[in-house]
């Protein structure tokens, strides 16, 4: 049985990422320091173990990977969310530390490929639309941003001196069940559900793409197990565009909210005006569309319906 190793994998994409696996009948180890994951969101099986870990202490990820023999690892772990991101940037500088101790364990141990969850936030504001992976700058000075096209340069490199195989993924706004009140939709549901006014940053005329958490681990999954995109980068995300604004409306009407928008001043920076991914590898992978943005919000009601 294939051992895979999951690197933040207590949080939203990671556990659904790890979920997969599993029914794809992988064994798993998971390493999160639960800073912003949860265990209740991991699934229950024989071949899933949990280890509390901080990948930026090089012994205790050391630990981990020597008592394993992983044949992939998917490294997830990473301070996330906007205004988390914004109001602690030293610690998302310091998640340099656990790219760089994953690689160096990883290349002295017999991992075939290593994959990374990197940003639509390398971007920046775009210059074009789509942000196709090798036409579009990588522009952004947001620390989140710098660290995940940091990260993307390490992987890079160590391919280049090392020879060790990667994968980029360039992950765009992901959704689901069990994603933290943190991102757009979980927080605008959340609200909508308990009838409690939305609050937007800004006018609400920024723009963003939505995809469903299962798209992106099926598309994941197969990139690895189909030996795709080996030492390449690949946008993941919707790429039909939404405004903020719509997005709110759009989930009262669905939820029959009496809620409503309240507009706040914009967030200093880090709030894109506009994203929207070339996604056109992501569909070659997938060989259909993805699941459309009113589907993927009643899936999570009714995930919510059933706690």
Same mark, same amino acid.
Request: aromatic share 10%; net charge negative; with cysteine.
């Given at each position: 049985? *294939?051992?895979?190793?999951?690197? #933040?994998?207590?949080?939203?994409?990671?556990?659904?990422?790890?979920? #997969?696996?599993?029914?794809?009948?992988?064994?798993?180890?998971?390493?999160?320091?639960?800073?912003?994951?949860?265990?209740?969101?991991?699934?229950?099986?024989?071949?899933? *173990?949990?280890?509390?870990?901080?990948?930026?202490?090089?012994?205790?990820?050391?630990?981990?990977?020597?008592?394993?023999?992983?044949?992939?690892?998917?490294?997830?772990?990473? %301070?996330?969310?906007?205004?988390?991101?914004?109001?602690?940037? %030293?610690?998302?500088?310091?998640?340099?530390? /656990?790219?760089?101790?994953?690689?160096?364990?990883?290349?002295?141990?017999?991992?075939?490929?290593?994959?990374?969850?990197?940003?639509?936030?390398?971007?920046?504001?775009?210059?074009?639309?789509?942000?196709?992976?090798?036409?579009?700058?990588?522009?952004?000075?947001?620390?989140?941003?710098?660290? *995940?096209?940091?990260?993307?340069?390490?992987?890079?490199?160590? &391919?280049?001196?090392?020879?060790?195989?990667?994968?980029?993924?360039?992950?765009?706004?992901?959704? /689901?069940?069990?994603?933290?009140?943190?991102?757009?939709?979980?927080?605008?549901?959340?609200?909508?559900?308990?009838?409690?006014?939305?609050?937007?940053?800004?006018?609400?005329?920024?723009?963003?793409?939505?995809?469903?958490?299962?798209?992106?681990?099926?598309?994941?999954?197969?990139?690895?197990?189909?030996?795709?995109?080996?030492?390449? %980068?690949?946008?993941?995300?919707?790429?039909?565009?939404?405004?903020?604004?719509?997005?709110?409306?759009?989930?009262?009407?669905?939820?029959?909210?009496?809620? *409503?928008?309240?507009?706040?001043?914009?967030?200093?920076? #880090?709030?894109?005006?506009?994203?929207?991914?070339?996604?056109?590898?992501?569909?070659?992978?997938?060989?259909?569309?993805?699941?459309?943005?009113?589907?993927?919000? &009643?899936?999570?009601?009714?995930?919510?319906?059933? &706690?």
């Amino acid at each position: 049985m *294939k051992k895979i190793l999951v690197t #933040g994998g207590a949080g939203n994409v990671g556990s659904a990422l790890v979920e #997969g696996l599993l029914n794809k009948g992988y064994f798993v180890v998971v390493v999160d320091n639960l800073s912003t994951g949860s265990l209740d969101k991991l699934p229950d099986s024989d071949n899933l *173990k949990f280890i509390k870990c901080d990948c930026n202490n090089y012994r205790d990820l050391a630990e981990v990977m020597l008592a394993f023999d992983f044949e992939y690892v998917f490294h997830y772990a990473a %301070v996330v969310g906007v205004k988390r991101t914004q109001e602690n940037p %030293v610690s998302v500088l310091n998640d340099i530390k /656990g790219i760089e101790n994953l690689l160096n364990l990883a290349k002295n141990t017999r991992v075939k490929r290593v994959f990374y969850s990197s940003s639509s936030e390398v971007y920046g504001e775009p210059v074009e639309l789509p942000q196709h992976e090798t036409r579009t700058p990588l522009n952004s000075r947001v620390p989140y941003a710098v660290v *995940k096209n940091v990260g993307e340069s390490f992987f890079r490199s160590y &391919k280049q001196e090392f020879d060790l195989d990667y994968t980029i993924f360039r992950f765009f706004n992901t959704y /689901g069940p069990n994603q933290s009140e943190d991102f757009v939709i979980a927080k605008f549901l959340n609200m909508a559900l308990n009838n409690v006014d939305i609050t937007i940053y800004g006018d609400g005329n920024q723009t963003r793409t939505f995809c469903y958490v299962s798209d992106n681990v099926e598309a994941c999954i197969k990139i690895m197990e189909e030996e795709m995109y080996v030492n390449d %980068v690949i946008n993941i995300g919707g790429a039909k565009i939404f405004k903020i604004k719509d997005l709110a409306e759009q989930i009262i009407d669905i939820t029959c909210s009496q809620s *409503k928008i309240v507009y706040l001043p914009p967030l200093k920076e #880090g709030d894109m005006a506009r994203r929207q991914p070339d996604n056109s590898k992501m569909l070659n992978v997938l060989g259909r569309d993805l699941i459309p943005l009113d589907e993927g919000i &009643k899936k999570m009601i009714e995930f919510y319906n059933r &706690k």
